[in-house]
């Protein structure tokens, strides 16, 4: 692991919600390393989470439909009792985990985090759940696996928006082994200190901040150690738009526009259009995981 990272910003400094709201300034995803880092790079921006009903009603997740309400008005479908997650591939323990088997086993953490989605708009968000790197920890991963598969469950009779073609189903994603074991990568369990809601990616959604929200698969039922770059759902669909990597890069623009810049969600007449930052903000995290990489090749 290229080394750790201090989580010292919690829900206990926050919540209730109310509290959480009335405290204007707050530093989004960054610790005591953060914090150490701030004056030095001009990163730790002061953000304002976004609301709960802003989280759970402006949602992608293309399982439900491709609105942006959508997701909200028909994921009440889904049913995610019982879940589990099938673990395998390059594993010493494979096997289908049951989520309470996973969450007993995991230590449970809020994390705030940006999320930057590829198509502009951006939120600030209170998740818990728990490092990537222990899910696998408890799996045992094998000496030679380079890359983490993962997939979201696809029950079309639950899931509206799987009867169209709109991407190849299932949603599938992937990273590098060095990426999944970063300890920015979490799986969500969690929104404010409540369960994840189902239009979030219930009951166990991945989040990878420094990468367009599309990475970030919901809802995820399959986790695959491998070695071999596995294919990912928007690049199947166009890898020219879309990379393996899709690092939030102000400087590399989408073929069809800039992405330069960002809108937070909310705010109504005081929406903010705020500039990108390369990484989405955790460039000092992060971005030794690329060096010496064309980060416009791999894009
Ligand atoms: N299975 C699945 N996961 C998904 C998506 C999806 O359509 N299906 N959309 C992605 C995109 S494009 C974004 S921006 C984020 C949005 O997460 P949120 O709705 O929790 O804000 O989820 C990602 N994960
Ligand atoms: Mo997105």
Request: charged content about 20%.
């Amino acid at each position: 692991m290229a080394h750790r990272w201090t989580n010292d910003l919690t829900l206990a400094d926050i919540t209730p919600e109310a509290a959480f709201l009335n405290r204007r300034q707050v530093l989004a995803g960054l610790g005591a390393t953060g914090l150490a880092i701030a004056g030095r790079q001009a990163q730790a921006e002061t953000l304002e989470p976004n609301s709960w009903d802003e989280i759970t009603s402006y949602n992608n997740f293309y399982e439900f439909g491709t609105d942006k309400d959508d997701p909200k008005k028909h994921a009440h479908q889904m049913t995610i009792t019982p879940w589990s997650v099938r673990i395998d591939g390059m594993v010493d323990r494979p096997g289908d985990y049951p989520i309470e088997q996973i969450m007993a086993a995991m230590t449970i953490e809020d994390r705030i985090y940006r999320l930057r989605c590829v198509e502009r708009w951006s939120m600030v968000v209170p998740w818990s759940g728990f490092e990537l790197a222990d899910l696998l920890a408890m799996a045992g991963v094998q000496a030679g696996a380079q890359y983490v598969a993962f997939e979201t469950l696809l029950r079309p009779s639950e899931m509206p928006g799987t009867r169209y073609n709109v991407i190849e189903w299932p949603y599938v994603e992937g990273l590098r082994l060095d990426e999944a074991m970063h300890p920015l990568t979490i799986m969500a369990t969690g929104l404010y200190g409540k369960p994840l809601p189902k239009q979030n990616g219930a009951p166990l959604r991945l989040v990878v901040p420094w990468k367009y929200g599309y990475k970030s698969i919901k809802s995820v039922v399959r986790i695959t150690l491998t070695d071999r770059q596995p294919p990912t759902a928007w690049n199947k669909y166009s890898a020219t738009e879309y990379g393996f990597y899709s690092n939030v890069n102000p400087n590399v623009d989408h073929p069809r526009w800039s992405q330069k810049y960002e809108q937070r969600v909310g705010g109504g007449l005081f929406a903010r259009k705020v500039e990108t930052l390369m990484f989405n903000g955790y460039e000092a995290e992060v971005a030794e995981l690329y060096e010496g990489m064309d980060l416009v090749k791999n894009h």
